[in-house]
């Protein structure tokens, strides 16, 4: 916990001492603070589970950012997911929606931060319905019954810190990629509930994560 | 910042990113020891010739099968013995050989299912709340540890009569 916030303040402290440093900027007066407004559509994921689950794991997501002060992005990303796989102990489907609300930061300071470096974090939230079927019991003496769980209900969220890079091709045409390193913070099951194994926008759950998008867009 | 380049760089971060930074699969195979089984002690005493009562388990002349199941358990150099309770129902009976007699042991239990992951599925706990026998030799059957969570507590003790 204390190792995360301590990656939150560096982070906050670094964004604030480079804005002050971009105030000595020539190119201060002549800023507007509001830039436009950017809508990105990821293809990476869409791709690279097609390719890899068969289309058994699906994931969509859309970005919406705006320009501030030509350095700070505010942005928000929407995204749907169905998943359908299994391991030894059980078999699951689901879907769900999920949501991340954070701020991205242009690491160049100088010009015109169209084609840029961009750092940021991310608070991240999902929804979804699933079924765990099939599931296994440490049972060895009795008959091993499978156990199915329908209609279940989760919430989760986790932080990511994400860094990627964006390159404009014409007018507001832009493509960009994301590499995201995510933590899981809801990681405890209520006494009887099962918990999902893949959660909409995270990935495969796990305490720790990667993740990885390649967008395409469009800034007004 | 010049675009080509850039897109250069992009096309080549996508490929890395495509096959390095995706979330990778967890393990579906269980590593981890789930299983919660119930351990009885049995003891019975035996009066020396000097009149001293001594306690002592002789393991290899028992046996155990649950009601419902056909297979025979029978311990041997063991201080308990492990009994598994059923996962599916409150009442677990288990068929109690001894020195030639049978008799009935019956444990009364909340089972209390732990989901665990998706490799390992679910552990299953017991709470026991009562055990008993109607064997006249049995002189009780007292709960030691009502929690049935692991492999390595003893959870039973059955005291015969010699």
Known sequence: MSKRLTLILLFVAWALSSYAQGEQDVYKDTIPVFQGIGV?????????????????????????????LNRFYPTVELGYAMAECGADGGQYKGLGGFARLGIDLAVIKKGVAENNFMVGLRFA?????????NVKQSVNYWPNQRLDFYDQFRYDCWGELVAGCQVFLWKGLHMGWYGRIKLLITRNAKPGQVMPYYVPGLGYRKDFNWGFNYYIGYRF | MNSRPSILIL?????????????????????????????????ADSVTLEGDTISYVQWDSVAFMGVGNNVVLKGKSLKAMPLELRPDTTITQYLVQYHGQIDTLFI????????????????????ISYAWSSDPRVDSVSIINANVESYAQDNLCIHMHE
């Not at chain 1, 990105?40 to 068969?54: G, H, V």
């Not at chain 1, 939230?125 to 079927?133: F, G, K, R, V």
């Not at chain 2, 789930?34 to 002690?41: C, D, E, R, S």
Request: hydrophobic share 45%; proline share 3%.
């Open chain 2, 108 to 127: 009364e239990h909340t089972p209390r299912i732990q989901y665990i992951s998706m490799a390992c599925g679910c552990a299953i706990f017991h709470t």
């Open chain 1, 125 to 133: 939230n999902a929804l979804q319905n699933y079924d765990l079927t």
């Open chain 1, 40 to 68: 990105k559509l990821d293809l990476a994921m869409p791709i690279i589970e097609a390719a890899r689950s068969a289309g058994k794991i699906q994931d969509y997501e859309v970005v919406i950012n705006a320009r501030l």
């Open chain 2, 11 to 43: 096309s080549w971060l996508l490929a890395l990113g495509s096959f390095g930074l995706v979330s990778c699969e967890p393990d579906k195979v269980c590593h981890q020891e789930l299983q919660a089984t119930m351990q009885v002690i049995l003891s």
